[in-house]
């Protein structure tokens, strides 16, 4: 490469640094400062689906870590699948032991929209392999619209698996709220044979330890 293209490149870098803001305190010139980065340590806790999935989750999602992830997802900051990857990594390597990993299917919607499937990246992120095993079956309305009951509804039936198997599966995801998508996840694997042990997310809402502690 030519210096005068290097010049160009280093110039854009700086004026997207320049441009950037740290998605958990708002400070301006970097895409992640270092206290924020603290933040995004892997807390591992555990929790429970409505149908009793077992559910390991790297960060709770709340402060920093939601607001750095809500980045990632909806405005295509994908070099924050970087930090975020790095906390999934010890919770997934943890529990994928012997175990195929496969994500929770990203819509056709939020494809279009994103240009990338956000476990999928995070999955990547970690070293491990993902296998897209489960795809969407029918179109389904935004979840964070919905309350517990009508989320489940809304997703029953909603995903099918591509292929037939056996053995051990580890369903992720990224944020996890009521556990209703995992349920779904689970069924649709169990009618093509396999078995799901657990589920891994790299986020769970308050709510749903809330449920597994009571
Ligand atoms: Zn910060």
């Known amino acids: 490469m030519t210096s005068d293209a290097w010049q ?3 110039r854009d870098v700086l004026a997207l640094l320049l441009a950037s803001s740290c998605p958990g305190c708002d400070r301006v010139g970097t895409l ?5 980065r603290m933040l995004l340590r892997s807390d591992p806790h555990r929790s429970r689906t409505p149908q009793g999935l077992l559910v390991h989750a790297a960060l709770r999602y709340e402060g920093v870590p939601a607001r750095t992830i809500r980045r990632l997802k909806e405005q295509g900051a994908t070099m924050l699948s970087w930090p975020l990857g790095a906390a999934l990594q010890s919770v997934l390597h943890a529990q994928a032991r012997e175990a195929l990993i496969v994500p929770v299917p990203t819509s056709r919607g939020a494809f279009r929209r994103r240009g990338y499937r956000v476990p999928e ?16 079956a029918r179109r389904t309305r935004d979840q964070r619209e919905l309350g517990r009951a009508a989320r489940a509804r809304n997703v029953a039936g ?14 992720v995801d990224d944020v996890v709220t009521t556990g209703a998508t995992l349920d779904e996840a689970a069924r649709a694997l169990r009618a093509a044979g396999f078995t799901p042990v657990c589920a891994v997310a790299l986020a769970a809402t308050p709510r749903l330890h809330d449920t597994a502690n009571s």
């Open 121 to 136: 990246l995070l999955i990547r992120r970690t070293g491990l392999a993902s296998h897209r095993v489960l795809v969407p």
């Open 158 to 171: 909603s995903m099918r698996a591509r292929v037939h198997g056996r053995g051990a599966v580890v369903i």
């Open 32 to 36: 992640l400062c270092d206290d924020c």
């Open 8 to 10: 160009r490149i280093s």
